[in-house]
């Protein structure tokens, strides 16, 4: 169910934080993603909208939505942070070649018992399972780029 305008200035209230059109436009992009966009990606979706916002402001509104509970910083192995408004319990698999990132919604996961070996005094707040593979786009795209002019594939020595 997408969240109303009404909606997030209810979030944004109930977190103490102000209301403004070009917060409330990040997030809701943010939210209406599945892709886990960068700061970059935002900005670019949000700012034909708002030409005066600016790259900087997207950070501090990520920042600022980080903070306060609302947006999870998903940095997994990439150069730039994603963020995902999507906070209930749930984790990643990552392709290594386009760095796309879906969600994997499997209960099992949730479950996992803590590792075997951590000091009996560390309590473990969160965690997060990653699967990093190649998607079929990409592993075509690996096949294609190994393959000869022929039509076939280089001999190893």
């Given at each position: 169910?997408?969240?109303?305008?009404?909606?997030?200035q209810?979030?944004?209230?109930?977190?103490g934080?102000?209301?403004t059109?070009?917060?409330?436009?990040?997030y809701?992009?943010l939210?209406?993603s599945?892709a886990?966009?960068t700061?970059?990606?935002?900005?670019a979706?949000v700012?034909?909208?708002?030409?005066?916002?600016?790259?900087?402001?997207?950070?501090?509104?990520?920042?600022?939505?980080?903070?306060?509970g609302?947006?999870?910083?998903v940095?997994?192995?990439h150069?730039r942070?994603?963020?995902d408004?999507?906070?209930?319990?749930?984790?990643h698999?990552?392709?290594q070649?386009?760095?796309?990132?879906?969600d994997?919604m499997?209960?099992r996961?949730?479950?996992?018992?803590s590792p075997?070996?951590?000091?009996?005094?560390?309590?473990?707040?969160?965690?997060?399972?990653?699967f990093r593979?190649?998607c079929?786009?990409c592993?075509?795209?690996?096949i294609?780029m190994t393959?000869?002019?022929?039509?076939?594939?280089?001999?190893?020595s």
């Open positions: 169910m997408p969240l109303t305008l009404e909606n997030i209810q979030k944004f209230r109930e977190c934080l102000k209301s059109p070009q917060r409330t436009a990040i809701q992009a939210v209406q599945t886990h966009p700061a970059e990606d935002l900005f979706q700012s034909p909208t708002y030409p005066m916002l600016s790259l900087n402001t997207v950070y501090y509104t990520l920042s600022v939505l980080r903070t306060a609302l947006v999870l910083e940095n997994i192995g150069d942070a994603r963020f408004a999507n906070l209930s319990p749930h984790h698999v990552i392709c070649g386009c760095q796309n990132i879906l994997v499997d209960p996961l949730n479950r996992l018992a075997s070996g951590l000091p009996d005094d560390f309590e473990i707040s969160s965690y997060q399972v990653a593979g190649y079929g786009a592993r075509k795209s690996k294609s393959t000869s002019p022929s039509g076939k594939r280089p001999v190893s």
